[in-house]
């Protein structure tokens, strides 16, 4: 992955992100949120907006 | 004989070097079929292929190592024989070399008249050359057919003339060009190989055909054509690509072969005008093909301004690294060949041409394709590296790699994928919460123990009350599902209770170890903001604390029914915190179903039961615990509490093994290695421990051996795990230490998935280390609190998540995976990028290195050692015979032990700087201690010129170069010393050099054929043959007395065998050819009138005297008879000594499993130690063809009879020796029976033979040499001397000895011919007797030794008159021995070893030998005497004597002189 310079921060079913060089399809599973840069930028971006890294249904089950 | 002297060519310097690294190899000579269509004529081939020799020097030049270095000698009148058989030859003459100093180096053998088998040594050909000298071969030949003169161009220079030139020429602007091209090149192309590199490059090898597709060559060249470069150019550059994806080089050495022929007339010449180019060239992936095609073109036509430099210079002059493991510089090269398979033109027959393959490889790889319109290609390789799949594989990603990038040459190079990999089918299973699963096995196993600590157990039942009110009591302390909770606990029980009470309640237990620093728990609780922390600490921070003790009260009066939180299996169970190699601790958040799943996977691999015991060893703070845990209690098994300070005594910790009867023991490689010094000590058999699982650390194969050797039952199993992918992920079971050469990691539990991938996300061919990737179900749900560092570490996949693990693995070919090291301990130091974990490894290779780690500091390699480690300099050596300079640890420190993290893994970042310990530096002067230090430092000085030499400094580093290594070998071996260069590159200082030392024979000027002839006899010698050389006295003496005596014996033996076996003809008569081949006597003949001296010539080939019957289903009757019959033919028919060979073989079947093998010869070709030898190497050839048909025949010894006959001349021309038997001999008498005055000189007589079984001569020899102290034989000799005394009655006489001739020299043994002399022992029984006498024959015997190849011819002449007539002869053919017990066997029921019947004329009045059984020892004493000489009655009084003179010798001590 370390060849890369571009990237797309991406989410998937349980709400869990990622990010995803720029060059490549997005894996089955996995919407891009829109957010795109470099690692650092998609980094920082996610540190930002995910707030819980559990998966969305015990989140969910949890009540939080 | 005329001959003109050249220096070598530089390419030629190369090759002959290669040829003294590895003499007389295969790697360089060349196999060439011509297949003919129609019969060709013999005569008219062999003088066709006289012409083309004639023609071109080189085919006429052998090789030596002058004063300046290596020279060619062109000889004139080289004759080259056709070799003419019947039998397919390819496979003997592929595997035979050639002898650079004697020649000719180019063989020749028609086949059937239909198959021409060339042999050639590169260092005279080329590839270029073939097309020469097969157009030549077939114009002269057609030409002779047609009767007319041949066409063929005028040559106006010689290859000689060439390398005279090009020796003279100066390279310094080339060797400039390279010196810059190649600074900080890299010494080696790590392409991975199957198997771990060999101390010594060994040059076998094979080579594997490949396809490319129709349409390749012209895709290949529309591509050239585009980017002005060739379709060479264009193949490199796909083969660069290739390359780049194998070994992960960016910058990347390729050689090329390149010809010099760079004017038109060189073109007609046969000879090496090949050289190697190293092109180095850059690849990155980034680019795309087309950019690559361009880089490799520039950087091709800039060096092909300079490839006249010949590689080996190129290597020498820049002191780049020499490693005896691989070839300089280059390692792999690659080469595009054009093909004309046109058939040629043989008169009225055509022929069609292939290169043979003779089973080497000069490099790791070489990569070639032909073009003849379409290509096709092979691959040469290292057998020693590689599998053939392994070569597949790379050929079919060539072949995918090659065909994308000529559709597409502008897609970046990244984007081509060598593999279509398949999703491997995970196991999905949705499993319970880890407290319901113990709660199941409460529910079935209430009353077996769960857990012990310190002596107490606590049964399933009270477990889970325990725990029951301790959940109730936290959720009444306000914990809550979803929630964390905190756990500071010594290692008691107490862990135990409080996590299952923590996951009853719904929340994940967050463990802290009391050992760990004070602000880890600050650090971690605040992190994960836990609603309390359960202690047993006291009063210990800020956070709310649930203290066991304070609360126990309230604990205990809480229900120990289940609080019953209704807990889904995705809910976390705990977040365990890792440290990684930078940056804060982070908390992995790992969910019931992770853990569940993994231990669903872990019943599957090592299924758990309720009878297994476990250890809960580790800190809880470190997942391993988790497996402990659950590994017992979720199927009713017991866990044992260390406690802390037992888990860190390695032999309280052995004891409560064997005490608890552990069958479930999980430990670091590092405890292990720990745990098995102490049991080392103080052995225990802890049978019942069935499984030790290993993980956290990379397994050292050095550990699994020491721990194999204890000899335990327990079975190992590797685990390689990660906490973010829950506690394991792969499992390698091992049996045993064998196979485990390297850290194998195994296959994927069945829940997860691995990926081997690159930088660009593409998975990496198989044996190609990358990146690991984790997919499934027991991924980590992330980093508690960090979701920008779960985003990079867990990455999308299809359809789910794979995690980054950071290690470097490669996929095995057989399955499995090797783990290589962490993607942090890959450093770049100097520009190279190294694998710290492959420098570990080659260290702990060492027998004294018990655990090692190699870190950087200050941009050096520092190396940790523990153990009893040797000094500096003699690690360094050991390193550099598997490790490029560049991955020596600059330092080495010896510590104690190494120090280890809280979790019992090496902990780097505490090791000392690296000035602590024994470090000394490399390139300190230390002065020579040893004589073979001083001898080395001395030689050294003398061929560098460089004073001063120390016994650590690099041969290489002081200005050696391959050319002044033979220079050092040479000197050495003037001193007596002997050095083979591999040697040398392996160990290049004194100090380490100095114990491969071995002393030598000096060696003697190579033997020449011809040599000493005059010119006038060698042209008259037949066309056939290939050597000729005075006879040895002994030979003479036997024709002269033949002659004499009307033939009488004739010195003809016939020598009848019984052998057990099955018979095969065709397998016998490729026996006795492969024989003859190797041994020239045995195409030798004898001519005693024709030249100006007796003379022995040796034939190209002879036929080959075998015949075969079958007597099966004979009455044994009338395969006696027959036997007997052949037996007396063999006898009656007498050979002609003019005619090769002077000997033959009739084997007769006698049944499925026994022949008769009866075989005569001429004893002047064959002494008995060469004619068993012979009868030996028949049989066990014989045998070795049974087994394989192919199988290569051995090289022909080194030492020949020629060299022996120059022997036999320098002996009888010393002074020293003719004094010493002149002063011995002078006046003295063989005669014992005639009256000694020249009656018959030659008697025509028939001995009578008496043989007879000594059984107690073994023992009585052994007796007489013990006690006086000499060997056997001398033993045996004063017996002879005694019974001669007793019945001649004289106190003086004079006996023969029979001595053996043969050189002290490598190989001496294995040469035949008739290396035999007699001596005569003159003897005086006045004054010694018994033991006495036996020393005095010894000594006698030494002091001949260096005299006794002085011809008995000579020697009679001191005496009063010729007559020798009693002789002695000690025999133990040692050859023999090798036939015990193998598959085909002589059947003696006597001694083991002799002959059936037995046709040997002696010439001696009284003839004896003691033959003594190799195998069995058993003694036979065989007596042939002449009857008008000596009676029967006086030869049997000589057996009865014999028998007693041995007896009352091992007697001793008595008077034994009784004259009667």
Redesign the interface.
Known sequence: ????KDFT??I?DEE??????AE?D?????TPTGASGT?DE???H??E???D???K??RV??G? | MNSRIAPVSGLQRGLWFLDRWNPGSVAYTVPWVFTFDAPVDPDVLEQSLAQVIDRHEALRTTFSFGPDGPQQTVHENVRIPLRRTDHTALDEEMHAGFDLTIGPLLRATLVSGTTLILIVHHIVWDGWSAGVFERELAESYTAAIEGREPVLPELTTQYADYATEQAAEVYDDHLEYWREQLSGAPSRLAVPTDRDRPAQQDFTGDTREFELPLGTAAQVQDLAGAQDATPFIVQLAAFAALMNRYTGAEDLVVGTPVTTRDRPELADLVGYFVNIVPLRLRVDRAATFRELVEHVRDTAFDAYAYLDVPFDVVVDTLALERSAQHAPLVQVVFGTHAEDAAPLRFGPATATRQVHHNGTSKFDLTWSTFDDGELRGEVEYSTGLFEVSTVDRMTGHWRTLLAAVLSDPDRPLWKIELDVESAPALVETRPRCLHESFENAADRFPDRPALTYEGQSTSYAELDARANRLAHALIAAGVRHGDRVGLLLDRTDAIVVSILAVLKTGAAYVPVDPAAPDDRAAFVFGDTDVRLVVTDQGDVGPWPLFDLSAQRETIVAQPSSRPGVPVRPDDLAYLIFTSGSTGKPKGVAVAHEHVGRLMDSGQDHFAFAETDVWTLFHSYAFDWTVWELWGALHHGGRLVVVPYLVSRSPEGFADLLAEQAVTCLCLTPSALRQLELTLRSASRALPDLRWVMLGGEALDPAVVRRWFDLGLSARLCNLYGITETTVHVTTHDLTGADGFERSLIGSPMPHLAAHVLDDWLRPCPVGVPGELYIAGGALADGYWGRPGLTAQRFVPTSGGRLYRTGDVARRLAGGGMEYVGRCDSQVKIRGFRIELGEIEHALGAHSSVDSCVVTVHDDRLAAYVTGPVPTYPELRAFLAQSLPEHMIPATVTVLDKLPVTVNGKIDRKALPAPSAGSVSSPNAYVAPSTPGERLLTEVWADVLGVPDIGVHDNFFHLGGDSIRAVHLAGKLRDHGWALTLPDLFAAPTPATLAPSLRPCAVERAPAVPFDGLSEMDCQALPDDVVDAYPMAAMQVGMIYHMELSGDAGGYHNVNSYRVSGRLDEHALRAAVAGVMARHPVLRTSLDVFTYRQPLQLVHAEAPTPVEVDDLCGLPGAAQQQAVRAVFDTHCATRFDLRTAPLFRVTAQRLAEDTFQLTIAEHHSILDGWSFTSLLTEILERHAELLADRFAPLALPPASTYRDFVAAEQAAADSETSQRFWRERLTGASGALWSDGAGSAEATAEIPRTVEQLLPDAPAQLQAIAEAAGVPIKAAALAAHVLALHRITGRDRLTTGLSVNGRLEERNGTEAYGLFLNTVPLVLDLTTSTGLDLVRELHEAEVALLPHRRVPFAQLARYMTGTRLEACFAFLRFHALGRLDGSATSIVDDRIGCEPDMRYEPTNFALGVALVQDPSSDRILLAVDHLRSLVPDDVADAYVSAYTEALAALAAARTPLISVQ
């Open positions: 992955m370390d060849a890369f921060v991406v998937n869990q992100y990622s990010i995803w060089p490549l997005v894996p089955a599973g996995w690692r998609c980094v920082r996610i540190d907006v995910w707030t890294i559990r998966p249904s015990l089950a949890l939080v």
